[in-house]
Each structure stands twice: as structure tokens, then as C-alpha cells.
């Protein structure tokens, strides 16, 4: 089957694969066109279709606020360069022992850290930089991204 990658409203993925759905169930002339939809937190900004043909999607994208008409380089897509998008990654992936990270969720959240520790169940221990006392918190890799390499 076909895949096509359409650009959409940055933040609003979701919405406009929920009126692709809507359009697809619901309109007589579009019934089939599309097969399935990815929204990947990895790929922002844009929707995966796997759809019947281009014509049919890109008339059905056509109908639809918020998303481009034309499929990306105007083509199909092979599954193979999607496969960074649709194999999920480990969160600890990309992190390193005295990185410097940025906390983004709980109660130390916009804080700046350097990580002295990774395990391998996705928790990271971290050292507040601007801290007066040397105190390590531990966090789950999710909740921290990182600003720098030491």
C-alpha cells in the first residue's frame, strides 16, 4: 500500500487526523481512500497516510483544514525511511554521564543539571548546577532533554 506524508499545523496533528478519519467514514466519495494514519510525537507537524492512491488522498487532503493538499515530494513513500519514526527509541538513547540537561516535568522543572547517572530502566540521577548543596534527584529519562555534551 501507498504512503504518503502530508504537512500539517504544527500542534495540531491529532484534529486533523481525527477529521481525516471523519471525512473517511463519513463521505460516500472518499470511503476507502485512506487505510491508516500515523501521528508521531517524533515527527511534528506532520501526518502519515497510508492511503489507496495519491489522487484520491491528496482530493480528500484537499477538503480538510489545517493540512497541505499535495503529499510531500509529490510521491509515495517507502516504509524503509520511515522506520526511524515508527520504531520507537529508548528515552536513555542519546543521553551520556555528565551531559548537561534542562528537567521539564516535576518539581525541579526548568532546571539545569548534569546527569551523573543512567539506568538501563530509563532513570536518569541528576545534580542540580545552580544548587547551593550538591543533591542528587532522580528522574525518569522522559522528563529531562538534553542542552549540551560534557
Known amino acids: ?15 486533523v487526523a481525527k477529521m481525516v478519519l471523519d471525512k473517511g467514514l463519513h463521505a460516500d466519495r472518499f470511503k476507502g481512500a485512506v487505510y491508516s494514519l500515523v501521528v508521531s510525537e517524533a515527527y511534528k507537524g506532520y501526518l502519515i497516510v497510508e492511503g489507496e492512491s495519491l ?29 526511524e519514526i515508527l520504531v520507537p527509541r529508548s528515552a536513555v538513547e542519546g543521553l551520556e554521564i555528565g551531559d548537561l540537561v534542562e528537567i521539564i516535568n516535576g518539581p525541579f522543572k526548568g532546571s539545569t543539571a548534569r546527569l551523573t547517572r543512567i539506568d538501563g530502566s530509563n532513570q536518569v540521577t541528576a545534580e542540580i548546577v545552580n544548587s547551593a548543596i550538591s543533591l542528587p ?7 529531562v532533554r538534553k542542552i549540551a555534551s560534557d
Open 137 to 143: 534527584i532522580s528522574v525518569h529519562a522522559d522528563s
Open 55 to 83: 489522487r484520491r488522498v491528496e482530493e480528500m487532503m484537499s477538503k480538510i483544514r489545517g493540512v497541505s493538499q499535495h503529499a510531500l515530494q509529490g510521491r509515495d513513500v517507502p516504509i524503509e525511511e520511515l522506520s
Open 1 to 15: 500500500m501507498p504512503i504518503f506524508i502530508f504537512r500539517v499545523s504544527s500542534g495540531r496533528e491529532k484534529g
